[in-house]
């Protein structure tokens, strides 16, 4: 037979008494009655301490269920009022030396482009992007310049009121403006385009 090399270990036998949680015993509901009261007061601290933060969370997980919802019809209503603005403007000017083509291509549903040769010319993209609508666009005076110079880009961010109307908020600026139509945002970007 071969020969252990650790010798063997003897089982010691632990005799435990489990507290009877009825509580008959001395002292037994007691410390029951402690661990209870530590969980409530731990409770109790956890509501205190994170309720404003779970609040808030909540409220904006509401928020951004609002602008995912409601962002896209109000950027559908957007384009339709530039191309109903941008039609308006170029019957206005039928037979004026300033008249020049402005098109309005769609690119993607959620991005569209809008360009002019002359007096003024533009090159614009309007893009829709979960909770920001972008403008980027180049300007200028006379014919046609190059696109690529001198961009500009305009960001307005999709806001909640307090009782849940949608609204976009220009994103820069010390005195940011608002915009709780698509039929105020047009009048915006048409202003920024046309103007001279």
């Known amino acids: 037979m071969a ?15 489990i507290a009877s949680l009825s509580g008959e015993a001395t002292g037994e509901g ?7 009261e530590w969980i409530e007061n731990l409770a109790q601290d956890i509501k205190q301490k ?33 191309e109903q603005d941008i039609t308006e403007i170029k019957r206005q000017l ?28 533009f090159d614009a993209l309007i893009t829709h992007q979960d909770s920001v609508i972008l403008l980027d666009y180049a300007k200028g005076l ?15 961010a999709f806001q909640v009121t307090d009782d849940d109307a949608l609204y976009l908020q220009d994103s820069f600026g010390d005195n940011p403006k608002r915009f709780h139509q698509p039929e105020d945002l047009s009048r915006q970007i048409v202003q920024i385009l046309f103007e001279v």
Do not use: C
């Open 3 to 17: 020969k252990r090399l650790f010798p063997p270990r003897r089982r010691q036998t632990l005799n435990i008494h």
């Open 30 to 36: 007691a410390t029951v009655s402690m661990a209870k």
């Open 50 to 82: 994170s309720h404003e933060a779970a609040e808030q969370y909540g409220r904006s997980q509401h928020q951004a269920g609002i602008i995912t919802t409601q962002g896209k019809p109000f950027f559908t209503t957007l384009v339709l009022t530039l």
């Open 94 to 121: 039928q037979g004026d030396v300033t008249a020049s083509d402005t098109t309005i291509q769609t690119i993607k549903p959620a991005e569209i482009k809008l360009t002019r040769s002359r007096f003024p010319w």
């Open 142 to 156: 006379g014919i046609a310049g190059d696109p690529a110079i001198d961009r500009k880009t305009r960001h307005f």
